[in-house]
Every structure is written in structure tokens, then in C-alpha cells.
């Protein structure tokens, strides 16, 4: 995305005219499509792209368009019924689910999709719980009615099934299949015919064949709209004959309360169906002005949150923003509530995909974006001036996947630390840190794809080429009983010599984490000054265990004798000697290998729960429950990190690309010994191959 000098547009402030919808469903369900669709029937665009060709205009990026799937929301605009529709079109991966999550908190409205063959999928009921939990409204739409085993009606009862009941149909099909030739909008009991990928023309009259049809799914649709207004109610079991604006009406209030779901259907490949649902938009989903921000910003003159950054090479940052309150205007200044800096807006962007226009202002409600604000990044708030409000938090995913990476080229760390950097400023759900046990420089990301994805970007945004590892699993080592050792250092080589005489107590810590030192010296033995060496010494030896080479922890030391040289003894006599003692000890300690193990849940859809836990328990995996909820299992279960490292793959194959998992770090537990002797013969291994 290139800033360059555009022309400057005027842009609607009035929130009551603007609708502001983020478009959301599985991948693979047509969201890009239907984006399109509208953008080309509202005449936002003058011909219709394909996925397929790489031609949208959502799906604008090089990546997006080499795997036909969108990586980062997108935001697009148009005007229908003098109203300014700002569409998000946001990606359908889980891998890249950071960008919905920060999408839904800036939009009055979700717009559902689910393929009208495969139904109602994992994401699509992820995005629709999350859309729940902010009491967002919701409108939900049937794609791909032409293709082979398309179901409306199937794909209709699993919306009412599992996600609400409360979802009720506003069209129905003409046909089905290869057949298909058309949709009726009971709402307004009008009928569209397929234009075959030209713009809708206007309603016809409905099928003779479809009459019936059409006033049953009508009636079903007045009777769930009355419930939700008593005074509707009255007039309809009256017999009173309803008018459409005023049953558009409250079908509208009643979406903005959450009280009912309109279900609508189409092909948006074919343009089929696009101008039912702008209609259902305009009517269905609130204004600004009718639905306070979720964001409270109670107080404030002007406010904006940046709920994405763009990490441009050639722009630099580009932050994209949704008006809280008052007016953002260029060339005005604000200040970053989390910094506590001002920031200088200078050119202000209307989008639409990668092309923009300069705007003088954004009013309150609307969304666009800025460039080149120098501190300001995801998730911070804007304000005219500094007021006590805390910025909103996104609540993003946490990674599930890492992998080590190494630059290609020798003395690029730098350059891949702060290009990474760059890239996590654009998606927060890539964290880039080192593991401090083992050294490594990790990734970490929502799946494989999300971090190829970003190893890919950072080739071609910033020419930084990197290597990907499996992590090496940060194994610890410990002590299971008591064990006693002394040693002496002694080096004579004519003149000055070194010696250094220590006595020590090991024993396991109840915890089997941390490290405890205890001066037990009476009697001046070992002079106080000499005490903290062998401290210093038996932590350097801790470093690296004996049995793998991992760090040792768990440990409680008892310095209880020893003995000096009044002119030999140093310092360094005495760390050696504490050092060399406590591997003493060690060895006859009984010492433990301890893995990390991972608390994981998994969501899968009922019919592959038994592969699953099969699956979870030959990675040494112990269940601990399931919860059925809405034709999904979640499977919580403890599992060894070393076994679950690779675990996104085997979840892809076993479900089809409907599960997800999440996990974090529970606890150290003994590795089984059978495991531990490899690893141990292993990690021997390693410094002979060193040396050939």
C-alpha cells in the first residue's frame, strides 16, 4: 500500500447514516465474494473480482492472493439508500482470528456467513460466540446455494440449532443447485433472478411456483417478529395486515436488541442476492448513532481507536481507526493515552482495499485510517486532549505455535528482531522472544500457516530471509533424595598457589523449583568473604546438569564445612571447589530429568472426539474432561510440550480443518525413564558430533 497524493473526498459525519459491519464466517464460506458483490451492485467498483483470479478488492495483498484466502481484515466502503456502508472483511483462518477479534470491537454489526453445503463450521460458530459476548447484532447469510449438495434450508436449521433459534429466514431459494435461479426476500415479498455475475436489476414478481412457499416463510417471519413488539402483536392477531416498512422496522429493533437473527441467502460469485441484503443492512443493522461504542469514552470531545496497523515498507505505519466521539481532523493534534504523547494526525485515508483518497475529517461512528503517526500502534486510543480513560483491551488469541528461528545470512539478528518486530505491530498475535533456557529466538503464532506466513512477508516486505526449527523443548533437571560431598582444590605451581576446601549438603526443594543457599559455616572454617564464591560456583554448575545438560533447579545447598589456606585460598579456589562439590552430590542424588507439561483444550466437532482423544492419548496425553456445546466437544487434557510441538498438523488431518486448540504451561513433571534415556544418550551425543 503506497501514500501517495490522492484527491481529498468529502466523507459523510452523520453517524445516524453510517452502518458499520464486519463480515465474518468460516474459510472458505465467500466472504471476500460477497464483499465484491455489494462493492459492484452499490457501484463502488465497476466490475465484479474473483478469488480465484486474485482480482478483489479486499484480498489486495501478494499473499491473499497466492493462496486465495484472506490473511488481515480488509476495509472496504460503499452507499446504499443514502447510507455509507463500511465493510470489514475480516479472515476466516483461525491462524489469523487476531484481526476478527479487534474488527468486532469496532463494528455495530457481524455479518455472518456459512456455505450452504458444508453449513454451520467451527469459525462461524467462534465468530458468532464472540459476537454474543459483545452483545453485538447479528445477520447471517447462506452462500454458494449453486453449487452440488447445496442445502439453504439444512444450513438454516443448523443456524437455529446450533447457534440460536432465534434465527429466522428474511429470503429463500429459487431452486437449488445447478438449478437455481433466483432468491425471494420474504421481508418484502419481492423476488431477484440471478443476473450471472452482472448487477441485480430490480425486484420481480415471485414465481407462481414459489407463492406458497414464500407467504409460509413470510408468516413464520411475522410471527417471530410480533413476539418482540406487543403493540404488532395486538394489530397481527387482530388480522390486521402489516405493512412492510413497519415490520422492517421492528425487525430492525429487534436485531439491534439481539432479540432476532435474519438469515438471508445468495450466490456472490454470481451477484445473487447482494441487493436483499444491502437492504437488510440498512434496515438491520444499527447506526452508530442508535448503538453507543462499545468503547466508553464518556467525557471526551474527540476520540478514535486504532484497532489495526498496517506495517507498510514503503509508508510506514498506517494505523486504521473507528470514531468513537467528535471529529478527527488532519493536521490536528492528539494524544496517545497509553504513551501519554501527542501525536500529529496528518493525512487522513478513506479505503477501499489498497486504494484510498485523502479526507479532511472523520466524523463520529465512522472508520478510516492515518498515516505515519509515530508511536501510535493496535489497540491504542486517541484523544483531543489528556483525559484519565483506559484504552479498551482487544483480547487476542494467545499464540499456540512456535518455532526457532535463524537468519540466512550471518549478522542479520538485528535486522530480523526489529522486521519482526514491525510485522507483530501489524498482527499482535506473532510474538517474537528468546527463550532464555535454551538461547533460541522464537515465533510464535496462531498455527504454521500464521507463521509462514510472516516468515514469507518478512522475505519479501523487508528482504530478511530466516530458517524455521522445532523449538527445542526447555527440559529441566532435579534431585529426588539427599546427598553429601566435599572437595578440595588444590593447584600448586611454584609460587602462589590456590586452594579451596568445601562441604556440602544437597536435598530436594518440596516444590521441585527454585534454588535455596544456606551459610551453615561456624567456627570461621571458610572465611566470610570466600562463603559467597561457592555459592557463586554450585549456581554456574546448576546451569548445566549432569545428566542432559539442562538447568538443574528444585535445589536446597547446605554449606556445612570446609577449610582455607591462609595464602593459597582465593576466591576463585573456592568457586571451583563448590562447583566440583556439588557435582559430587548430584550424581549421588538420584537426579531427575522434568519436561514442561502443557494444560491444552481443544475444539472439535462431536464426530471426531474419538480420534482425537486416541490421538491425545498416544502423545502420553491425560484427559481431563469434555464439554459438549452446539455440535462441538471441548477436550481439555494435560500433554508433555515434547508431544504437542507438531500438534497442528495432526489436528488439521484428524477433523478437516474444523478444530482449534489453545494451550499454555502448567507445570514440570518427571519424564518417564524409558524417554529420559534417550534424551539423556542424546544430549550425549550432540558434543561428540561437536567434535568430528
Same mark, same amino acid.
Given at each position: 500500500?503506497?501514500?501517495?497524493?490522492?484527491?481529498? =473526498?468529502?466523507?459523510?459525519?452523520?453517524?445516524?447514516?453510517?452502518?458499520?459491519?464486519?463480515?465474518?464466517?468460516?474459510? *472458505?464460506?465467500?466472504?471476500?465474494?460477497?464483499?465484491?458483490?455489494?462493492?459492484?451492485?452499490?457501484?463502488?467498483?465497476?466490475?465484479?473480482?474473483?478469488?480465484?483470479?486474485?482480482?478483489? /478488492?479486499?484480498?489486495?495483498? %501478494?499473499?491473499?492472493?497466492?493462496?486465495?484466502?484472506?490473511?488481515?481484515?480488509?476495509?472496504?466502503?460503499?452507499?446504499?439508500?443514502?447510507?455509507?456502508?463500511?465493510?470489514?472483511?475480516?479472515?476466516?483462518?483461525?491462524?489469523?482470528?487476531?484481526?476478527?477479534?479487534?474488527?468486532?470491537?469496532?463494528?455495530?454489526?457481524?455479518?455472518?456467513?456459512?456455505?450452504? &453445503?458444508?453449513?454451520? %463450521?467451527?469459525?462461524?460458530?467462534?465468530?458468532?460466540?464472540? +459476537?454474543?459476548?459483545?452483545?453485538?447484532?447479528?445477520?447471517?447469510?447462506?452462500?454458494?446455494?449453486?453449487?452440488?449438495?447445496?442445502?439453504?434450508?439444512?444450513?438454516?436449521?443448523?443456524?437455529?440449532?446450533?447457534?440460536?433459534?432465534?434465527?429466522?429466514?428474511?429470503?429463500?431459494?429459487?431452486?437449488?443447485?445447478?438449478?437455481?435461479?433466483?432468491?425471494?426476500?420474504?421481508?418484502?415479498?419481492?423476488?431477484?433472478?440471478?443476473?450471472?455475475?452482472?448487477?441485480?436489476?430490480?425486484?420481480?414478481?415471485?414465481?407462481?411456483?414459489?407463492?406458497?412457499?414464500?407467504?409460509?416463510?413470510?408468516?413464520?417471519?411475522?410471527?417471530?417478529?410480533?413476539?418482540?413488539? %406487543?403493540?404488532?402483536?395486538?394489530?397481527?392477531?387482530?388480522?390486521?395486515?402489516?405493512?412492510?416498512?413497519?415490520?422492517?422496522? #421492528?425487525?430492525?429493533?429487534? =436485531?439491534?436488541?439481539?432479540?432476532?437473527?435474519?438469515?438471508?441467502?445468495?450466490?456472490?460469485?454470481?451477484?445473487?442476492?447482494?441487493?436483499?441484503?444491502?437492504?437488510?443492512?440498512?434496515?438491520?443493522?444499527?447506526?452508530?448513532?442508535?448503538?453507543?461504542? +462499545?468503547?466508553?469514552?464518556? *467525557?471526551?470531545?474527540?476520540?478514535?481507536?486504532?484497532?489495526?496497523?498496517?506495517?507498510?515498507?514503503?509508508?510506514?505505519?498506517?494505523?486504521?481507526?473507528?470514531?468513537? $466521539?467528535?471529529?478527527?481532523?488532519?493536521?490536528?493534534?492528539?494524544?496517545?493515552?497509553?504513551?501519554?504523547?501527542?501525536?500529529? =494526525?496528518?493525512?487522513?485515508?478513506?479505503?477501499?482495499?489498497?486504494?484510498?483518497?485523502?479526507?479532511?475529517?472523520?466524523?463520529?461512528?465512522?472508520?478510516?485510517?492515518?498515516?505515519?503517526?509515530?508511536?501510535?500502534? /493496535?489497540?491504542?486510543?486517541?484523544?483531543?486532549?489528556?483525559?484519565?480513560?483506559?484504552?479498551?483491551?482487544?483480547?487476542?488469541?494467545?499464540? &499456540?505455535?512456535?518455532?526457532?528461528?535463524?537468519?540466512?545470512?550471518?549478522?542479520?539478528?538485528?535486522?530480523?528482531?526489529?522486521?519482526?518486530?514491525?510485522?507483530?505491530?501489524?498482527?499482535?498475535?506473532?510474538?517474537?522472544?528468546?527463550?532464555?533456557?535454551?538461547?533460541?529466538?522464537?515465533?510464535?503464532?496462531?498455527?504454521?500457516?500464521?507463521?509462514?506466513?510472516?516468515?514469507?512477508?518478512?522475505?519479501? !516486505?523487508?528482504?530478511?530471509?530466516?530458517?524455521?526449527?522445532?523449538?527445542? &523443548?526447555?527440559?529441566?533437571?532435579?534431585?529426588?533424595?539427599?546427598?553429601?560431598?566435599?572437595? !578440595?582444590?588444590?593447584?600448586?605451581?611454584?609460587?602462589?598457589?590456590?586452594?579451596?576446601?568445601?562441604?556440602?549438603?544437597?536435598?530436594?526443594?518440596?516444590?521441585?523449583?527454585?534454588?535455596?543457599?544456606?551459610?551453615?559455616?561456624?567456627?570461621?572454617?571458610?572465611?566470610?568473604?570466600?562463603?559467597?564464591?561457592?555459592?557463586?560456583?554450585?549456581?554456574?554448575?546448576? %546451569?548445566?546438569?549432569?545428566?542432559?545438560?539442562?538447568?538443574?533447579?528444585?535445589?536446597? &545447598?547446605?554449606?556445612?564445612?570446609?577449610?582455607?589456606?591462609?595464602?593459597?585460598?582465593?576466591?576463585?579456589?573456592?568457586?571451583? #571447589?563448590?562447583?566440583?562439590?556439588?557435582?559430587?552430590?548430584?550424581?549421588? $542424588?538420584?537426579?531427575?530429568?522434568?519436561?514442561?507439561?502443557?494444560?491444552?483444550?481443544?475444539?472439535?466437532?462431536?464426530? /471426531?472426539?474419538?480420534?482425537?482423544?486416541?490421538?491425545?492419548?498416544?502423545?502420553? *496425553?491425560?484427559?481431563? *474432561?469434555?464439554?459438549?456445546?452446539?455440535?462441538?466437544?471441548?477436550?481439555?487434557?494435560?500433554?508433555?510440550?515434547?508431544?504437542?510441538?507438531?500438534?497442528?498438523?495432526?489436528?488439521?488431518?484428524?477433523?478437516?480443518?474444523?478444530?482449534?486448540?489453545?494451550?499454555?504451561?502448567?507445570?514440570?513433571?518427571?519424564?518417564?525413564?524409558?524417554?529420559?534415556?534417550?534424551?539423556?544418550?542424546?544430549?550425549?551425543?550432540?558434543?561428540?558430533?561437536?567434535?568430528?
Amino acid at each position: 500500500m503506497r501514500i501517495e497524493a490522492a484527491k481529498i =473526498v468529502p466523507v459523510p459525519t452523520e453517524a445516524g447514516k453510517i452502518r458499520n459491519v464486519a463480515v465474518t464466517g468460516h474459510r *472458505g464460506t465467500g466472504k471476500t465474494s460477497l464483499v465484491e458483490a455489494m462493492l459492484f451492485q452499490a457501484g463502488a467498483i465497476n466490475r465484479l473480482g474473483s478469488v480465484e483470479q486474485g482480482s478483489t /478488492t479486499s484480498d489486495w495483498d %501478494e499473499d491473499e492472493q497466492r493462496r486465495q484466502m484472506s490473511l488481515a481484515s480488509s476495509i472496504c466502503h460503499l452507499a446504499w439508500q443514502e447510507r455509507k456502508i463500511n465493510l470489514i472483511d475480516t479472515p476466516g483462518d483461525p491462524g489469523f482470528s487476531g484481526d476478527t477479534v479487534a474488527a468486532l470491537r469496532v463494528v455495530e454489526g457481524a455479518l455472518v456467513l456459512a456455505s450452504a &453445503v458444508m453449513g454451520v %463450521e467451527v469459525q462461524t460458530s467462534r465468530v458468532w460466540a464472540r +459476537a454474543e459476548e459483545l452483545g453485538l447484532p447479528r445477520l447471517a447469510f447462506v452462500n454458494m446455494l449453486d453449487r452440488e449438495r447445496a442445502d439453504f434450508f439444512r444450513a438454516l436449521e443448523q443456524f437455529r440449532s446450533l447457534l440460536s433459534d432465534r434465527c429466522v429466514a428474511v429470503n429463500i431459494p429459487i431452486g437449488s443447485e445447478h438449478e437455481l435461479t433466483g432468491i425471494v426476500d420474504v421481508l418484502h415479498l419481492k423476488a431477484y433472478m440471478s443476473p450471472e455475475g452482472e448487477r441485480e436489476s430490480g425486484p420481480v414478481e415471485i414465481p407462481a411456483e414459489l407463492q406458497d412457499a414464500a407467504a409460509e416463510y413470510r408468516e413464520k417471519l411475522l410471527d417471530s417478529v410480533v413476539e418482540t413488539d %406487543e403493540k404488532l402483536m395486538e394489530r397481527y392477531l387482530e388480522g390486521e395486515e402489516l405493512g412492510h416498512e413497519e415490520v422492517a422496522k #421492528a425487525l430492525k429493533d429487534a =436485531v439491534t436488541r439481539g432479540e432476532l437473527f435474519p438469515v438471508a441467502c445468495g450466490v456472490a460469485t454470481k451477484n445473487l442476492g447482494t441487493t436483499a441484503l444491502l437492504d437488510l443492512l440498512v434496515e438491520g443493522i444499527p447506526s452508530p448513532a442508535k448503538r453507543p461504542p +462499545a468503547i466508553d469514552v464518556d *467525557g471526551a470531545g474527540t476520540a478514535a481507536f486504532v484497532f489495526k496497523t498496517v506495517a507498510d515498507p514503503f509508508a510506514g505505519r498506517i494505523n486504521l481507526f473507528r470514531v468513537l $466521539a467528535g471529529t478527527l481532523n488532519s493536521d490536528s493534534t492528539v494524544v496517545n493515552t497509553r504513551s501519554h504523547n501527542k501525536e500529529r =494526525v496528518g493525512q487522513l485515508l478513506v479505503l477501499q482495499g489498497k486504494d484510498h483518497e485523502s479526507a479532511k475529517e472523520f466524523g463520529a461512528g465512522d472508520i478510516g485510517a492515518v498515516a505515519k503517526l509515530k508511536e501510535t500502534t /493496535t489497540g491504542d486510543l486517541l484523544l483531543d486532549a489528556e483525559r484519565d480513560i483506559e484504552p479498551p483491551k482487544l483480547d487476542f488469541p494467545e499464540p &499456540v505455535m512456535s518455532f526457532a528461528i535463524t537468519p540466512k545470512a550471518k549478522g542479520d539478528e538485528e535486522k530480523v528482531g526489529t522486521s519482526l518486530r514491525r510485522l507483530a505491530e501489524e498482527d499482535p498475535t506473532l510474538v517474537l522472544r528468546r527463550d532464555q533456557q535454551t538461547g533460541e529466538q522464537l515465533l510464535s503464532g496462531m498455527s504454521q500457516i500464521h507463521v509462514e506466513v510472516a516468515v514469507e512477508r518478512l522475505s519479501r !516486505r523487508f528482504g530478511v530471509d530466516v530458517d524455521l526449527h522445532q523449538p527445542r &523443548v526447555p527440559y529441566l533437571e532435579t534431585i529426588r533424595k539427599e546427598a553429601r560431598a566435599r572437595h !578440595r582444590y588444590k593447584k600448586q605451581t611454584g609460587g602462589r598457589g590456590q586452594f579451596g576446601d568445601c562441604e556440602i549438603v544437597i536435598e530436594p526443594l518440596p516444590e521441585r523449583s527454585g534454588y535455596e543457599f544456606v551459610d551453615e559455616i561456624v567456627g570461621g572454617v571458610i572465611a566470610q568473604g570466600f562463603r559467597p564464591a561457592v555459592n557463586k560456583g554450585i549456581q554456574e554448575a546448576m %546451569e548445566h546438569g549432569e545428566l542432559a545438560g539442562a538447568p538443574v533447579q528444585g535445589v536446597k &545447598v547446605r554449606l556445612v564445612d570446609g577449610q582455607q589456606h591462609q595464602v593459597d585460598s582465593s576466591e576463585m579456589a573456592f568457586k571451583i #571447589a563448590g562447583s566440583m562439590a556439588f557435582k559430587d552430590a548430584y550424581q549421588k $542424588a538420584d537426579p531427575v530429568l522434568l519436561e514442561p507439561i502443557m494444560e491444552v483444550e481443544v475444539s472439535v466437532p462431536d464426530d /471426531t472426539v474419538g480420534a482425537i482423544n486416541g490421538d491425545l492419548n498416544s502423545r502420553r *496425553g491425560r484427559l481431563q *474432561g469434555m464439554e459438549p456445546r452446539a455440535g462441538m466437544t471441548t477436550i481439555k487434557a494435560e500433554v508433555p510440550m515434547a508431544e504437542i510441538l507438531t500438534y497442528s498438523q495432526a489436528l488439521t488431518s484428524l477433523t478437516g480443518g474444523r478444530g482449534d486448540y489453545h494451550m499454555h504451561f502448567l507445570r514440570y513433571e518427571e519424564v518417564p525413564s524409558h524417554i529420559a534415556q534417550k534424551l539423556i544418550a542424546e544430549s550425549q551425543k550432540e558434543p561428540e558430533e561437536a567434535k568430528v
